[in-house]
């Protein structure tokens, strides 16, 4: 196990039957499973073998707890906030999203609060304004982190989506400008990459979790 | 003359006998000058010609008026106000500048009002939520004029700067952000072209100023 | 309310049924509304809803009313002229038209007046030249911008259309094109955004329209 | 105040008596000050200013500590570790460094581990794998923080250098790699940005620092 | 022939009854053939006029013998090994392994030994380190070849491949990193070339087959 | 020699001595020689050696008659017209010119008619509509071969120039545009390849001279 | 009518009744039509309409005579040469095969003698070295132009395809090649414009024609 | 030691103290040295220090034998040839060479053979059809390799140079052309990596070596 969490699978490119395999011996060594990048097509033979999966179409993942017990049994609150510029970067929200319950979070989601209505997001400060970080999923030009850096004193983990038309670049825009950002505390991970914005916000909340835990 | 205005100069890699030339038979034919990307070796050598000509060092350009009358005497006010995301941009900004004031325009300056201090935009609100057109000069991720977009109700002319390192590509990363912005009021020009942004800006006013006028 | 104009709806990856939630919300509150990049499949569900809405199908925009009343009663004419290089840059200026009938403007076209036929641009020049602002779709080489701005005194919208093959990379060779313009009055919006083109415009008109009305 | 840390001068492009004056009324205001990108000349004027200052001139850094008291008084130790791959990253590593000796950390420095010597890397990882966070400088194809990904569980700082020729692109190349790591907890700032690098290893460190001192 | 090896053939865009010509003619001049990136249909139509073929699905390669004999029958081991940082990365490097075969050789593959799991490459060390050439297939950041390229004395060939999404670029990143290792022992072919990577692995391998057998 | 003319020396990167051993190669085997990119220091060294040179500096060229005779004694006139948008793509025009005398044309050369200032080129339409081919210079956007294409019947040679700034990315942008021209007629050279646009406009008039002579 | 010929439809984005009434203005006005980029679907629908058109389905044209005549009744020979590297760029090689037939002229075509086979090309020496232009149409690296312009005295006009995989870019690394050539006499343009090679030239040669004539 | 060769030195950036600790070093612990990219003025300070070294100033490389003896004393023949285009492309290639020679081997040189000329490597094939391997360096449209690995049986190493200008993009495009390579035998390195493919180039020729030795 790295980083102390299991493997997770990435589902592209993989037969549906390979995935049952390696989600079996996942289970059978006790590890509770993550699979992104899911397909339909694939979710629906996993499902069939373990129905206590949860398959969350948007964020194209799939999670299967360790046990019987339900995957949100005791989920840490409090630490991690999700923000998207717009509805249409919501499924790379959600992977982060999926990522940090299957990691033991609850993270606070809100959408919509890009630059253009300015007052949407100084209305959500509340919410951003007392957590271990933040992620912001932004494309087209991928301002938002920027601005809520500039409001907050965590690190702010910033994931370019491929939103946006010509210029965006399929994301490369919004990727360039996230690592140029003013802000000193946002940090930058692949287009469309909610899942490692996920992982990387949950392993730094996991520093306050663990040292409150010992 | 084109859009009601005189030819103006580009002055890099001209000779400074060459622009002498020019000037002089600009204002022979009762034109006011202006000079851009004026080098100090070049502007020595017209100020020696043109005592009355008006240098900026700092925008590297060079006005001179048709006859003796001041250039500031009847400027046009409160139409156009200048922002800038940092200090470091102000050159491009003092380009866009005396651009308008050689249009005959005196327009408002406001420096340093960068996404990441988001209190000292908003203090600003009142300078320029009753102009024609405002002109944002950023460099990095460029996202400033995103921002202002959202605030205001009139044409924002986002002018790019190649201020920034690594990843900001000479002003590539806040060009192509500002060309994706999620505000629908904003428009774009060259990286560094404070002159076409003032010139724009300027234009745009002209359509209030002369329809006042007549 | 943005820019004293309601919020335009992008349909793109939204679901027929929030489209019309969405409509709804809006005609509620009185407010004409304006979708654009509707799908044809998406567009039957709204005008099955809302039957006074007038759909486009090239430039792929719907607008409805907020009352009874036609669209177009009471158009501001005569203010902004639309232009495209070539027959295939039409989707986009139609774009650029609807945003501005929803402004309430009467916006005039002229197709197919590239550069290489340059009698045809010569033959309209009357139709370009007492205008607010003319908004000019190119693709290929986006030459076209420049040529109509060397004719005219108005602000010059340049919108980069994604037509052509090869060296034109969808779009951005006629974008970097339109921003390294040797005309003074030419700014830039990002590829094929005719919205954006259109609402500027319509921006840049009403300075005079607000400012004759008062 | 930013993230509860001072303002931190970008000293680029700023005249020497700026510089004084920006960091007087920061002392003033009983900051402990930090200028990044200082250039032996600037670091001259400020050191006259202020003999107490720390310039570091590898890292092109100063530091001004706010009272007399040494800047290093009551450092935070072994929380954080910057690695390079080669020697000629040391600058970059050193901005970090500075910049966390600012923040109140002491990082522990490696330097030269880079992938095409295995064995030093990994006689070296006693020293990587208790940390809170870990800064990883690498220039050519970045392989670095991929690897050390690889062998811990807390958060990879990734910071891209220039370092390079040909097909390095001047840290694109490198920056393209990072984004790409096959290690989910690498995340990423711009080529060359030490002082980015080392204020998000800060925060993240602050976590632990801030719960365990609560 | 070209390198003492016959013409390979480039399947894609060919006819199947241009295929079946092809392949005649090479098998009548005493030629064993290899044939390239076909599809299922070609290779269909081919396997019906030449059962002998050997079909990889996965390579996308057909491969007849130029008589009766089995193609593997005198294959020449432990010469070369193919190694993959992730199963995506498979069918590039079976397409090295069938043209290895085709030239007279027996492949060693090592599949799914990335960076970020660095204890199984080191497992796998014996394997790699007394062989005259080693193929490296990844995608993503493409750094396994230079850390390969750290544990052996003969040459590496890195052949980068597509597998990735956003800023992998298509293989264009791993590609880059690849031509910017800094193990001086690794040389680089085209994006999902494992035909290109095999021949050349078979040439060097031959470098010692020749004089051997001399 | 090469295409019936003799070899041309490319002079970037030669010492002086270097250059002054291949021209006088060159002349005892009877060959008028030319010399491109030349610096001052070089064409000083090669002039006190041949003084019958003819060196131009804005060109960076230097000719050598191959005996006592003028070069210009019997040059062909009226076949070939230079063209430049701006001044400052002078240059690059001069180089094609001394390419074109150097293998026994008189070029025509009009400098300034870009196209945003339409009436310049339109007044000058007698002095290229006759000829076979034409030579047309521009940086910025490089729009002026297109409107020159449309308005002749000969090939137009488009060479774009790395005059602009910003997004004109060192001359890109307009050999991208020139590529995309919408113009039937218009092939394209290299950035500021003077030189080469200069011999392929003489190896085109050539087609008309030979067969005239035959 | 540009350059002494019709003008040339661009048929991609046009119905097929846009198509059939373009034609039967252009054949009352008794031009010659020639139509490129059509599709089957298109194709089928002219050829309804004008079954005297020759529609070729490799090179995606239809030339439709104006009178009865048959179109190639007095083509001018022995002028133009088209050469491709390999097999598969011949779609281009034929779209400039169609367009010189259209102009008056009996290209030659010789195909697959790229230059991994140097003796292929060698063997067509003396087809190639006394004609008036040379197309040649390569993918990949595009070294054929550089190779062909070496060994003839006339201009190459160089097309990149866009055939290839991986850093071939879609033939964006062909063209830059092409444009780098150290052959003097080679000119280039768009990927895959057949057309626009065709078009060059059949004007190149027409000089020779022309002055013949007269 | 790295691949059974000593590491070699990259001198840019490193102080010339600090080379000459390092050389020492390697020296005492009986080591032949090789340093790279050494500048005239660190060369002179090793020279001094160690007057047995040999300093080429076009490779800016320097080599000191481990002991008294002469560097060149039992050097292996006839194995490996190093290729350029032009003669601006010395300079990588006597990298390469000086490389090869502290490898033990005694590369065969042939400059200025690029295809522009093509007599001239058709004189040399006699050179390059019996060795181990051939470096090929060329800069603009880095066609030569492609048309020597169509001559050839052994593998080439294709190193491109920043030769050329404009849309050479220093190097890019010859480096993307021979990745392109339609020659099944060719394999690349960086742009000016001479010393990579010197050592690549002796690697393989060591396959052959080693064996005949063993
Ligand atoms: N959506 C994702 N984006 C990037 N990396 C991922 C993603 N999902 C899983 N991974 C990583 O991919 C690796 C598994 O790849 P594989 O061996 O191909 O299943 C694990 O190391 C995960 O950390
Ligand atoms: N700083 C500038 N940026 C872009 N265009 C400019 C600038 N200054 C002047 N121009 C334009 O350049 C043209 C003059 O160029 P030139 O003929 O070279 O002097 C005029 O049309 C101006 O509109
Ligand atoms: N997968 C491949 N990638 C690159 N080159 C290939 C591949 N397969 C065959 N070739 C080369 O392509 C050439 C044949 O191309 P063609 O004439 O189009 O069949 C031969 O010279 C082969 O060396
Ligand atoms: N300015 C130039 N641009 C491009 N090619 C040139 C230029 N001047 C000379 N050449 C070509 O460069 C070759 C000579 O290169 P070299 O062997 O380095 O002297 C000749 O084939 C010329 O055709
Ligand atoms: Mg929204
Ligand atoms: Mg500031
Ligand atoms: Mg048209
Ligand atoms: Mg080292
Ligand atoms: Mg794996
Ligand atoms: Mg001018
Ligand atoms: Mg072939
Ligand atoms: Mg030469």
């Not at 969490?5 to 990435?10: A, C, F, L, Q, S």
Request: charged share 20%; net charge negative.
């Amino acid at each position: 196990s790295r980083c102390g969490y299991p493997e997770v699978i990435y589902c592209e490119g993989k037969t549906s039957t390979a995935l049952v395999e390696i989600f079996t011996l996942l289970l059978e060594s006790k590890q509770r499973c993550l699979g992104t990048r899911i397909s339909e097509e694939q979710a629906e033979t996993v499902l069939k073998q373990f129905p206590q999966a949860i398959y969350n179409q948007v964020a194209r993942t799939i999670r299967i707890p360790e046990k019987d017990a339900a995957f949100d049994e005791e989920l840490t609150k409090g630490k991690i906030t999700v923000l998207t510029a717009g509805t249409s970067d919501r499924p790379v929200a959600e992977e982060a999203m999926e990522t940090l319950i299957w990691m033991g979070y609850e993270p606070d989601l809100i959408v919509d609060v890009g630059v253009a209505g300015p007052h949407r997001l100084i209305e959500q400060l509340p919410r951003i304004q007392n957590v271990s970080a933040i992620i912001v999923a932004a494309g087209m030009e991928g301002a938002l982190p920027s601005v809520v850096g500039g409001w907050v004193s965590c690190p702010v983990i910033a994931v370019p989506t491929s939103v946006g038309y010509g210029a965006s670049l399929g994301g490369l825009t919004a990727l360039l400008g996230m690592l140029n950002s003013c802000a000193a505390n946002v940090t930058v991970v692949n287009i469309n990459a909610g899942f490692k914005a996920g992982f990387i916000a949950g392993l730094i909340a996991d520093q306050q979790r663990s040292s409150s835990e010992s």
